[in-house]
Protein backbone atom coordinates (compact mmCIF):
# COMPACT_ATOMS: atom_id res chain seq x y z
CA UNK A 1 0.00 0.00 0.00
CA UNK A 2 1.25 3.33 -1.06
CA UNK A 3 0.14 6.65 1.32
CA UNK A 4 1.33 10.42 1.01
CA UNK A 5 1.54 12.21 4.15
CA UNK A 6 0.94 16.24 3.81
CA UNK A 7 -0.14 19.12 6.66
CA UNK A 8 -0.48 21.97 7.68
CA UNK A 9 -2.08 23.52 4.58
CA UNK A 10 -3.05 27.22 5.75
CA UNK A 11 -5.08 27.64 3.34
CA UNK A 12 -6.55 31.39 3.62
CA UNK A 13 -3.34 32.53 5.14
CA UNK A 14 -1.76 35.71 4.33
CA UNK A 15 1.25 37.22 4.71
CA UNK A 16 1.56 40.43 6.64
CA UNK A 17 -2.01 40.98 4.85
CA UNK A 18 -0.78 39.79 1.20
CA UNK A 19 -3.44 36.88 -0.15
CA UNK A 20 -1.20 33.66 -0.73
CA UNK A 21 -4.02 32.00 -2.36
CA UNK A 22 -2.63 32.14 -5.55
CA UNK A 23 0.04 30.34 -4.37
CA UNK A 24 -2.18 27.95 -2.54
CA UNK A 25 -3.81 26.95 -5.77
CA UNK A 26 -0.61 26.35 -7.41
CA UNK A 27 0.43 24.06 -4.78
CA UNK A 28 -2.82 22.26 -4.75
CA UNK A 29 -2.77 21.66 -8.10
CA UNK A 30 1.09 20.10 -8.10
CA UNK A 31 -0.14 18.14 -5.32
CA UNK A 32 -3.09 16.38 -7.32
CA UNK A 33 -0.62 15.72 -9.60
CA UNK A 34 1.94 14.02 -7.92
CA UNK A 35 -0.34 11.91 -5.96
CA UNK A 36 -1.68 11.28 -9.92
CA UNK A 37 1.75 10.46 -10.77
CA UNK A 38 2.65 8.42 -8.25
CA UNK A 39 -0.41 6.01 -8.07
CA UNK A 40 -1.22 6.84 -4.55
CA UNK A 41 -3.85 4.33 -2.80
CA UNK A 42 -4.17 7.06 0.24
CA UNK A 43 -3.64 10.50 0.99
CA UNK A 44 -3.30 11.70 5.17
CA UNK A 45 -3.24 15.53 5.38
CA UNK A 46 -2.42 15.77 9.46
CA UNK A 47 -4.44 19.14 10.12
CA UNK A 48 -4.02 22.77 9.95
CA UNK A 49 -6.12 22.68 6.92
CA UNK A 50 -7.35 26.33 7.30
CA UNK A 51 -5.05 29.45 8.50
CA UNK A 52 -8.07 30.36 10.83
CA UNK A 53 -11.24 28.88 12.43
CA UNK A 54 -13.30 31.12 10.00
CA UNK A 55 -11.66 30.81 6.78
CA UNK A 56 -12.32 32.97 3.97
CA UNK A 57 -15.16 31.27 1.46
CA UNK A 58 -12.20 31.42 -1.31
CA UNK A 59 -10.11 29.16 0.52
CA UNK A 60 -12.65 26.63 1.40
CA UNK A 61 -13.83 26.19 -2.14
CA UNK A 62 -10.03 25.45 -3.27
CA UNK A 63 -10.22 22.84 -0.43
CA UNK A 64 -13.29 20.90 -1.00
CA UNK A 65 -12.81 21.71 -4.68
CA UNK A 66 -8.95 19.66 -4.31
CA UNK A 67 -10.30 16.89 -2.14
CA UNK A 68 -12.96 16.02 -4.48
CA UNK A 69 -10.57 15.39 -7.33
CA UNK A 70 -7.67 13.97 -5.07
CA UNK A 71 -10.58 10.99 -3.96
CA UNK A 72 -11.30 10.62 -7.63
CA UNK A 73 -15.30 10.01 -6.39
CA UNK A 74 -14.14 7.03 -4.28
CA UNK A 75 -11.11 5.38 -5.82
CA UNK A 76 -8.69 6.67 -3.61
CA UNK A 77 -9.21 7.33 0.47
CA UNK A 78 -8.55 10.70 1.82
CA UNK A 79 -8.70 10.98 5.35
CA UNK A 80 -8.03 14.15 6.85
CA UNK A 81 -7.80 15.36 10.92
CA UNK A 82 -8.23 18.97 12.50
CA UNK A 83 -5.04 21.01 13.64
CA UNK A 84 -4.86 23.43 16.11
CA UNK A 85 -5.55 26.08 13.68
CA UNK A 86 -8.88 24.51 12.38
CA UNK A 87 -12.40 24.74 14.00
CA UNK A 88 -13.33 20.93 14.01
CA UNK A 89 -16.98 21.34 13.45
CA UNK A 90 -16.73 23.54 10.77
CA UNK A 91 -14.04 20.85 8.89
CA UNK A 92 -15.87 18.50 9.79
CA UNK A 93 -19.46 19.64 9.08
CA UNK A 94 -19.03 18.96 5.30
CA UNK A 95 -18.61 14.96 6.10
CA UNK A 96 -21.70 13.39 4.96
CA UNK A 97 -21.52 14.51 1.87
CA UNK A 98 -17.13 14.01 1.58
CA UNK A 99 -17.94 10.83 2.74
CA UNK A 100 -19.80 9.93 -0.26
CA UNK A 101 -16.61 9.83 -1.72
CA UNK A 102 -14.27 8.05 0.38
CA UNK A 103 -13.16 11.51 1.83
CA UNK A 104 -12.92 10.48 5.77
CA UNK A 105 -12.89 13.78 8.09
CA UNK A 106 -12.60 13.82 11.58
CA UNK A 107 -12.31 16.91 13.80
CA UNK A 108 -12.10 16.09 17.37
CA UNK A 109 -10.14 13.30 19.37
CA UNK A 110 -12.04 9.90 19.45
CA UNK A 111 -14.14 10.87 16.35
CA UNK A 112 -15.37 8.36 14.30
CA UNK A 113 -16.32 7.52 10.49
CA UNK A 114 -18.96 5.17 8.92
CA UNK A 115 -18.48 1.73 7.54
CA UNK A 116 -18.64 1.88 3.78
CA UNK A 117 -17.51 0.18 0.56
CA UNK A 118 -15.87 2.34 -2.09
CA UNK A 119 -14.39 1.36 -5.61
CA UNK A 120 -10.61 0.95 -4.67
CA UNK A 121 -10.93 0.46 -0.93
CA UNK A 122 -13.41 -0.56 2.41
CA UNK A 123 -13.93 0.75 5.61
CA UNK A 124 -13.84 -2.22 7.01
CA UNK A 125 -14.45 -1.07 11.13
CA UNK A 126 -14.92 2.32 11.99
CA UNK A 127 -14.47 3.04 15.92
CA UNK A 128 -13.76 5.77 18.43
CA UNK A 129 -10.38 7.22 17.20
CA UNK A 130 -9.85 4.22 14.57
CA UNK A 131 -10.60 3.00 11.19
CA UNK A 132 -9.70 -0.31 9.62
CA UNK A 133 -9.81 -0.35 5.91
CA UNK A 134 -8.43 -2.64 3.46
CA UNK A 135 -6.56 -0.98 0.77
CA UNK A 136 -5.39 -3.12 -2.39
CA UNK A 137 -6.25 -6.12 -0.57
CA UNK A 138 -3.69 -4.86 2.32
CA UNK A 139 -5.56 -4.50 6.11
CA UNK A 140 -4.97 -1.06 7.40
CA UNK A 141 -5.31 -0.23 10.53
CA UNK A 142 -5.26 4.01 11.81
CA UNK A 143 -5.29 5.55 14.77
CA UNK A 144 -6.37 9.20 14.91
CA UNK A 145 -5.64 11.41 16.96
CA UNK A 146 -7.04 14.91 16.48
CA UNK A 147 -5.06 17.87 17.67
CA UNK A 148 -6.37 17.45 21.62
CA UNK A 149 -6.32 20.45 23.13
CA UNK A 150 -6.80 20.57 26.83
CA UNK A 151 -10.62 21.21 26.48
CA UNK A 152 -11.01 18.63 24.41
CA UNK A 153 -8.98 16.12 26.09
CA UNK A 154 -11.63 17.00 29.62
CA UNK A 155 -8.35 17.54 31.51
CA UNK A 156 -7.44 21.13 33.58
CA UNK A 157 -4.24 22.37 33.60
CA UNK A 158 -2.27 22.55 36.92
CA UNK A 159 -2.27 26.00 38.40
CA UNK A 160 1.43 25.67 40.12
CA UNK A 161 4.62 27.20 38.60
CA UNK A 162 6.23 23.66 37.80
CA UNK A 163 6.35 24.03 34.05
CA UNK A 164 7.98 20.33 33.86
CA UNK A 165 4.58 18.88 36.02
CA UNK A 166 2.16 20.43 33.25
CA UNK A 167 3.87 18.97 30.67
CA UNK A 168 4.11 15.69 31.99
CA UNK A 169 0.37 16.01 32.90
CA UNK A 170 -0.73 16.75 29.41
CA UNK A 171 2.08 13.84 28.22
CA UNK A 172 0.86 11.03 29.71
CA UNK A 173 -2.82 11.83 28.98
CA UNK A 174 -2.23 11.82 25.45
CA UNK A 175 0.04 8.84 25.70
CA UNK A 176 -3.06 7.17 27.52
CA UNK A 177 -4.93 7.67 24.64
CA UNK A 178 -2.34 6.17 22.30
CA UNK A 179 -1.86 3.11 24.42
CA UNK A 180 -5.74 2.64 24.61
CA UNK A 181 -5.98 3.08 20.26
CA UNK A 182 -2.81 1.05 19.69
CA UNK A 183 -4.92 -2.03 21.09
CA UNK A 184 -6.39 -2.31 17.58
CA UNK A 185 -3.39 -2.99 15.91
CA UNK A 186 -3.14 -6.32 14.48
CA UNK A 187 0.01 -8.21 13.73
CA UNK A 188 -0.79 -8.76 9.85
CA UNK A 189 -1.99 -5.72 9.35
CA UNK A 190 -0.26 -1.64 8.57
CA UNK A 191 -0.15 0.02 11.59
CA UNK A 192 -0.55 4.01 11.18
CA UNK A 193 -1.08 7.08 13.62
CA UNK A 194 -2.12 10.52 12.20
CA UNK A 195 -2.32 12.99 14.83
CA UNK A 196 -1.48 17.12 15.43
CA UNK A 197 0.93 17.46 18.47
CA UNK A 198 4.01 19.35 19.16
CA UNK A 199 6.83 16.54 20.21
CA UNK A 200 9.30 17.71 22.61
CA UNK A 201 12.75 18.32 20.20
CA UNK A 202 10.63 19.48 17.19
CA UNK A 203 11.89 22.50 15.65
CA UNK A 204 9.40 25.72 14.74
CA UNK A 205 9.45 28.75 13.11
CA UNK A 206 7.76 32.05 13.50
CA UNK A 207 4.77 31.50 11.32
CA UNK A 208 3.23 28.64 13.62
CA UNK A 209 0.30 30.07 16.08
CA UNK A 210 1.71 28.18 19.47
CA UNK A 211 0.47 24.72 20.54
CA UNK A 212 2.38 24.94 24.11
CA UNK A 213 1.63 26.93 27.02
CA UNK A 214 4.89 26.99 28.68
CA UNK A 215 5.69 24.01 28.17
CA UNK A 216 2.38 22.57 29.28
CA UNK A 217 1.27 21.03 25.53
CA UNK A 218 4.50 19.31 24.32
CA UNK A 219 4.34 15.29 24.15
CA UNK A 220 6.99 13.26 25.28
CA UNK A 221 8.52 10.66 22.30
CA UNK A 222 7.94 7.95 24.83
CA UNK A 223 3.97 8.79 24.77
CA UNK A 224 3.41 8.14 20.89
CA UNK A 225 2.61 5.26 19.66
CA UNK A 226 5.25 2.77 19.86
CA UNK A 227 3.56 0.14 18.20
CA UNK A 228 2.61 1.77 14.87
CA UNK A 229 4.54 1.35 11.53
CA UNK A 230 4.56 4.86 10.58
CA UNK A 231 3.00 8.68 12.40
CA UNK A 232 2.06 11.01 10.64
CA UNK A 233 2.17 14.66 12.08
CA UNK A 234 0.96 17.77 11.67
CA UNK A 235 1.78 21.09 13.37
CA UNK A 236 5.54 22.23 12.37
CA UNK A 237 6.37 23.66 9.51
CA UNK A 238 9.73 22.38 8.86
CA UNK A 239 10.34 18.61 7.42
CA UNK A 240 11.47 16.84 9.88
CA UNK A 241 11.91 13.15 11.60
CA UNK A 242 10.54 13.52 15.20
CA UNK A 243 12.24 10.25 17.04
CA UNK A 244 15.42 8.03 15.86
CA UNK A 245 13.49 5.09 16.99
CA UNK A 246 10.45 5.36 15.96
CA UNK A 247 9.29 6.44 12.06
CA UNK A 248 7.52 9.82 13.43
CA UNK A 249 7.40 12.47 10.73
CA UNK A 250 6.33 15.88 10.10
CA UNK A 251 5.67 16.54 6.54
CA UNK A 252 5.94 19.99 6.90
CA UNK A 253 3.53 23.06 5.27
CA UNK A 254 3.70 23.36 1.59
CA UNK A 255 4.62 27.00 1.29
CA UNK A 256 6.73 29.43 2.97
CA UNK A 257 4.53 31.11 5.46
CA UNK A 258 7.40 33.37 6.87
CA UNK A 259 10.85 34.92 5.70
CA UNK A 260 12.21 32.18 8.70
CA UNK A 261 11.08 29.60 6.41
CA UNK A 262 12.68 30.71 3.27
CA UNK A 263 16.00 28.68 4.07
CA UNK A 264 13.43 25.00 4.41
CA UNK A 265 12.73 22.90 1.61
CA UNK A 266 8.99 21.84 1.31
CA UNK A 267 7.62 18.94 0.41
CA UNK A 268 6.06 15.54 1.73
CA UNK A 269 6.29 12.23 2.15
CA UNK A 270 5.36 9.24 0.10
CA UNK A 271 5.59 5.81 1.98
CA UNK A 272 5.20 2.33 0.72
CA UNK A 273 4.47 -0.70 3.13
CA UNK A 274 2.99 -3.65 3.52
CA UNK A 275 2.00 -5.96 6.45
CA UNK A 276 5.97 -7.68 6.71
CA UNK A 277 6.25 -3.64 7.95
CA UNK A 278 9.01 -3.57 4.84
CA UNK A 279 8.98 0.10 4.91
CA UNK A 280 9.96 2.47 2.35
CA UNK A 281 10.16 6.24 2.94
CA UNK A 282 10.51 8.87 0.12
CA UNK A 283 10.75 13.07 -0.05
CA UNK A 284 8.68 14.13 -2.22
CA UNK A 285 9.73 18.34 -2.78
CA UNK A 286 7.31 20.51 -3.95
CA UNK A 287 8.22 23.90 -6.15
CA UNK A 288 8.91 27.34 -4.61
CA UNK A 289 5.81 29.61 -6.40
CA UNK A 290 7.15 32.26 -5.08
CA UNK A 291 10.36 32.89 -2.55
CA UNK A 292 10.68 35.14 0.27
CA UNK A 293 13.99 37.26 0.01
CA UNK A 294 15.52 39.28 2.57
CA UNK A 295 18.06 41.84 0.66
CA UNK A 296 20.37 43.42 3.18
CA UNK A 297 21.90 46.71 1.88
CA UNK A 298 24.30 49.40 2.14
CA UNK A 299 22.74 52.35 1.15
CA UNK A 300 19.32 53.35 -1.03
CA UNK A 301 21.56 53.21 -3.96
CA UNK A 302 22.01 49.18 -3.56
CA UNK A 303 18.65 48.65 -2.27
CA UNK A 304 17.63 50.65 -5.88
CA UNK A 305 19.89 48.46 -7.26
CA UNK A 306 18.21 45.12 -6.06
CA UNK A 307 15.06 46.75 -6.81
CA UNK A 308 16.02 46.75 -10.92
CA UNK A 309 18.36 43.27 -10.90
CA UNK A 310 14.85 41.24 -9.31
CA UNK A 311 11.97 43.35 -10.94
CA UNK A 312 11.10 40.06 -12.86
CA UNK A 313 10.94 37.67 -11.00
CA UNK A 314 7.79 36.86 -8.40
CA UNK A 315 9.04 37.00 -5.17
CA UNK A 316 8.00 38.31 -1.92
CA UNK A 317 10.50 40.79 -0.26
CA UNK A 318 12.71 42.08 2.97
CA UNK A 319 14.44 45.36 2.67
CA UNK A 320 17.13 46.02 5.32
CA UNK A 321 19.21 49.26 4.54
CA UNK A 322 21.61 50.28 6.34
CA UNK A 323 21.53 54.15 6.25
CA UNK A 324 23.01 57.60 7.56
CA UNK A 325 19.30 59.59 7.09
CA UNK A 326 15.95 58.67 7.13
CA UNK A 327 14.61 56.75 3.47
CA UNK A 328 12.94 59.40 1.94
CA UNK A 329 9.24 58.79 0.55
CA UNK A 330 10.22 59.17 -2.78
CA UNK A 331 12.93 56.51 -2.31
CA UNK A 332 10.53 54.51 -1.13
CA UNK A 333 7.59 54.79 -3.77
CA UNK A 334 10.51 54.50 -6.30
CA UNK A 335 11.52 50.91 -4.66
CA UNK A 336 7.79 49.97 -4.86
CA UNK A 337 7.08 50.68 -8.17
CA UNK A 338 10.41 49.06 -9.51
CA UNK A 339 9.53 45.78 -7.48
CA UNK A 340 6.14 44.80 -6.37
CA UNK A 341 5.43 42.93 -3.34
CA UNK A 342 7.54 44.65 -1.40
CA UNK A 343 6.67 43.35 2.28
CA UNK A 344 9.12 45.76 5.01
CA UNK A 345 11.73 48.29 4.15
CA UNK A 346 13.31 48.61 7.34
CA UNK A 347 16.02 51.16 7.81
CA UNK A 348 18.87 50.44 9.55
CA UNK A 349 20.54 53.29 11.31
CA UNK A 350 23.84 52.87 13.73
CA UNK A 351 23.22 55.07 17.24
CA UNK A 352 25.77 57.16 18.23
CA UNK A 353 26.40 56.06 21.55
CA UNK A 354 25.97 59.06 24.11
CA UNK A 355 27.82 58.23 27.78
CA UNK A 356 28.25 62.52 28.88
CA UNK A 357 26.61 63.95 31.47
CA UNK A 358 24.45 67.01 30.19
CA UNK A 359 23.08 69.72 32.58
CA UNK A 360 19.73 70.39 30.79
CA UNK A 361 19.66 73.93 32.53
CA UNK A 362 22.75 74.89 30.46
CA UNK A 363 21.17 74.13 27.33
CA UNK A 364 17.87 75.36 24.81
CA UNK A 365 15.31 73.29 24.01
CA UNK A 366 15.89 73.19 20.61
CA UNK A 367 19.68 71.78 21.25
CA UNK A 368 18.35 69.29 23.40
CA UNK A 369 15.45 67.99 21.04
CA UNK A 370 17.95 68.06 18.38
CA UNK A 371 21.11 65.79 20.55
CA UNK A 372 17.56 63.66 21.67
CA UNK A 373 16.47 63.16 18.03
CA UNK A 374 19.94 62.55 16.86
CA UNK A 375 20.68 60.09 19.31
CA UNK A 376 17.02 58.14 18.79
CA UNK A 377 17.74 58.34 15.37
CA UNK A 378 21.05 58.53 14.33
CA UNK A 379 20.62 61.79 12.27
CA UNK A 380 20.04 65.46 12.71
CA UNK A 381 16.43 66.67 12.25
CA UNK A 382 15.92 68.21 9.11
CA UNK A 383 15.21 71.96 8.98
CA UNK A 384 11.88 71.75 9.19
CA UNK A 385 11.26 69.22 11.95
CA UNK A 386 13.26 71.46 14.11
CA UNK A 387 11.33 74.80 12.75
CA UNK A 388 8.15 72.53 13.83
CA UNK A 389 9.25 72.05 17.21
CA UNK A 390 10.37 75.56 17.56
CA UNK A 391 7.19 76.83 16.76
CA UNK A 392 5.42 74.39 19.32
CA UNK A 393 7.94 75.49 21.70
CA UNK A 394 6.92 79.51 21.07
CA UNK A 395 3.53 78.43 21.62
CA UNK A 396 4.14 76.75 24.72
CA UNK A 397 5.52 79.76 26.11
CA UNK A 398 3.13 81.89 24.79
CA UNK A 399 0.26 80.48 26.56
CA UNK A 400 2.10 79.93 30.36
CA UNK A 401 2.92 83.83 29.84
CA UNK A 402 -0.77 84.68 29.31
CA UNK A 403 -1.94 82.38 31.99
CA UNK A 404 0.63 84.18 34.83
Known sequence: MRFIHTSD??????????????????FCEEF?????????????????????SNPPAQAEKLFYKTISRLSDNGKRCVLIISGNHDNPERLQASSPLA??????????????????????????????????????????????????????LNEVILQNDEDKERQITYSQ????????????????????????????????????????????????????????????LGHLHKMQKSSQRLNAYYSGSPIQYSKDERSYTKGCYIVDINKYKEITIEKKYFKNYKPIEVFKCNGIEEALEVCEKNKDRDIWSYFEIKTDEVISQSNIKKMKDTLKDIIEIKPIIASKECNE????????????????????????????????????INEEGEVKDETY
Open 357 to 392: EIDVKEKSMGELFKEFYEFSRGVEPKGELMDLFLDI
Open 32 to 52: IQIVDDNNIDMVIIAGDIYDT
Open 173 to 232: RVGELFKELEENFEDDSINLAVSHLFVVGGEETESERPIQLGGSLLVEKKDLPQKADYIA
Open 9 to 26: WHLGKSLEGHSRLEEQTK
Open 99 to 152: HEQGIIILGNPLSKTEVSKYKNFEILEAKEGCIKLNINNEKVVVITLPYPSEKR
